[in-house]
């Protein structure tokens, strides 16, 4: 007998009766503005927001947030002119001079401030990570109040992988003291349009 | 002194010497658990939230077999590798068989409690093989050739002057540098370089989805990311246990981990992986190592429903004041108390009555778990099983044959008074453990038997 068929023997002896699953595992969040919330959420948690009209509001805005720096990448062609380096390299490795990325958010929620990325919106997966700072944009008709609301409109295998980004990475390993930029971005600016 | 080689009584002892570092201990702990009570209220459904989790993990376990079968065959479909592992050496065993097959003698590795309790760096570095870890906390611990103390804050029992001095020595920073932004810096550049110039990279697994056969992996640090993404071969670890059925149920346990643990709304990176990227090779190592011999205790098989949020410990008063290797075992805390003696019932028998059975565990679990009841039907086990302490079984026997017998106990009686009254010293020593602690209380002049004979008469 393998391994795998000895184990799974030992569970199927072992396991109780089965049990139902919960009739209720999803819940309702009312929050007066969502936006309102996110940004709260994002701000706690370390994070900066910025409401802006449209994308030239945007390109202004991080023309103004990052002046004077190179090795800027996005994904968002209106963006294309802020950018001296290209994220869909074929060798992760590639990105690891990568100041600043501009990505997409397609969905964001509001009870805990966190973003879903996958890889429609990622050429390489280590983006939101390797670069030092990470620039996110939402728009406020896709955020959702919870998570049940998030898990109902992604599908999480629709690409190999994907992400909620909830603010700039962070640790507070030494003696509880919140750093901000661990192994992460050092920074998330999100920019949110209508 | 090596804490390791104590029971939890005697270790604890050793943790108590400095007093003021216990008292910081106790409550830099204590302000985790208050951040996890803010974070809680902010939920008005928190409750229904818990017997939410609870009742997903108690389906989850009662039909454990299916949900293997069905996780197996979607990972495999995903184009995920699937290995099965019967214990801790079947797992570093494999561990090791995929770093080799890569040609690679170095791997990075974020959080994986299952590979601390599988002794997985021993092992690979016995063979040849370098690891580091880089969550923050489990690369200062490591530098120190320590353990982690504690499963979500690994190097909760340091201040940062230990620190200063471990990355003086190791790292080359500034000797009797405190900073915690300076050092976390230093960490953030020595980790950065192995990032890039690993092949392999082992992460944990905090929740594994039947219905898609991918996995979701939690931190702050986005270390577990950095280190797969920039790998060529990605080993994930995980327990049996970590199964749920379907990636909606997600949002119960994401809505409950972090705020549990440190009372953040949710971990800075959730990332669910569900096929390697072109040219990568992803691996997913399926442990038991005891697990099913829990699952068949139905007293105990509810500490399978454990997500390792820690919450149990920061609030433990015991675990605040003794410090995580006073545990000796991978996962410390009142969790760790009651998943021990599964492991080995004769080594970690001191630990279920580490507890004061308060049950502030079992109320702050966001799955659940009824964790002082189990420490308390662990001791009732392991009595019978012959592993209590000696003198515990010696005492309580002797307690029992005065209980018996109304005239001994009068005796007894008597006699306590006498010496509490004449000859203090005789327990007022320290030879006598409720006195290492303690004032002794004032002996009553007679016995409520006494005081009732005497009343009655007048």
């Known amino acids: ?194 | 002194m090596n804490q390791l080689s104590l029971d939890h009584a005697g270790a604890a002892i050793e943790f108590n010497k400095n007093e003021p570092r216990v008292d910081w201990h106790d409550e830099t702990l204590w302000f985790v658990r208050t951040k996890r009570d803010r974070a809680a209220a902010q939920v008005p459904e928190w409750e229904q939230l818990r017997e939410a989790a609870s009742q997903i993990k108690n389906y989850s376990l009662s039909n454990m077999h299916d949900l293997l079968e069905q996780f197996e065959q979607n990972a495999i479909k995903n184009g995920i590798t699937v290995h099965w592992a019967a214990d801790a050496d079947e797992h570093n065993k494999i561990v090791h068989g995929i770093i080799q097959k890569a040609g690679a003698d170095r791997m990075v590795k974020s959080k994986s409690m299952l590979t601390e309790e599988c002794h997985l760096n021993d092992y690979l570095t016995r063979h040849g093989i370098e690891v580091i870890d880089s969550d923050l906390g489990e690369r200062i611990v490591q530098l120190r050739g320590e353990p982690p103390s504690h499963i979500v804050l690994p190097a909760i029992h340091l201040t940062k002057a230990d620190v200063g001095d471990t990355f003086h020595k190791h790292l080359g920073t500034d000797a009797g540098a405190t900073d915690p932004q300076y050092l976390t810096e230093a960490a953030r550049q020595h980790l950065r370089d192995t990032f890039l110039t690993r092949k392999v990279a082992l992460t944990g697994v905090n929740f594994a989805i039947a219905e898609t056969g991918g996995f979701v992996v939690c931190t702050n640090e986005g270390n577990a990311d950095m280190g797969v993404h920039l790998a060529d071969v990605h080993i994930a670890a995980m327990g049996f246990e970590k199964v749920i059925p379907r990636a909606e149920h997600l949002g119960v346990f994401l809505r409950l981990l972090a705020r549990s643990a440190t009372g953040q709304p949710i971990t800075t990176f959730s990332s669910h992986f569900h096929r390697p990227r072109p040219g990568q090779e992803m691996h997913i190592v399926i442990v038991d190592n005891g697990r099913s011999r829990q699952l068949g205790r139905p007293d105990f098989r509810n500490s399978l429903k454990c997500i390792r949020c820690a919450a149990c410990l920061n609030t433990c008063p015991v675990y605040r004041r003794s410090g995580g290797f006073s545990y000796h075992s991978a996962v410390a805390g009142p969790i760790g108390s009651i998943l021990a003696p599964n492991l080995d019932m004769k080594l970690n028998a001191d630990l279920p009555f580490a507890s004061t059975l308060c049950g502030s565990c079992s109320n702050v679990c966001p799955v659940k778990i009824d964790i002082h009841d189990q420490l308390y039907k662990w001791r009732q086990v392991l009595m019978q099983e012959g592993y209590g302490p000696g003198s515990k079984t010696a005492a309580m026997k002797t307690m029992a044959t005065v209980l018996e017998s109304p005239r001994l106990y009068r005796m007894a009686g008597k006699i306590g008074r006498g010496v509490l009254r004449f000859a203090p010293v005789t327990v007022e020593n320290k030879f006598n453990p409720w006195y290492t602690q303690r004032e002794m209380p004032e002996p009553p002049a007679e016995s409520f038997r006494d005081w009732y004979i005497n009343n009655k008469k007048s």
């Open chain 1, 1 to 194: 007998m393998t391994t795998r068929d000895q184990m799974l023997a030992n569970i199927k002896a072992n396991q109780p009766s089965v049990l139902p699953l919960p009739t209720q595992f999803t819940f309702v969040s009312a929050f007066p503005d969502l936006t309102r919330q996110f940004v709260d959420i994002l701000t706690f948690v370390g994070g900066t927001a910025v409401l802006l009209p449209d994308m030239d509001a945007v390109k202004k805005h991080l023309q103004e947030q990052y002046i004077g720096l190179s090795s800027i990448a996005t994904t968002v062609p209106a963006l294309a002119s802020l950018s001296d380096m290209k994220l869909d390299v074929a060798d992760p490795h590639e990105l690891a001079g990568l100041n600043l990325a501009i990505i997409e958010g397609p969905l964001a929620v509001a009870e805990n401030a966190a973003i879903w990325v996958d890889e429609h919106q990622l050429p390489q997966r280590v983006v939101p990570m390797i670069t030092q700072q990470l620039v996110i944009i939402i728009r406020q008709s896709t955020i959702v109040p919870n998570m049940h609301d998030a898990y109902k409109q992604i599908q999480v295998d629709a690409t190999g992988f994907g992400t909620f980004i909830c603010g700039p990475s962070k640790t507070a390993d030494i003696e509880q003291s919140l750093v901000i930029g661990a192994h992460g971005a050092r920074s998330l600016l999100v920019c949110i349009l209508p």
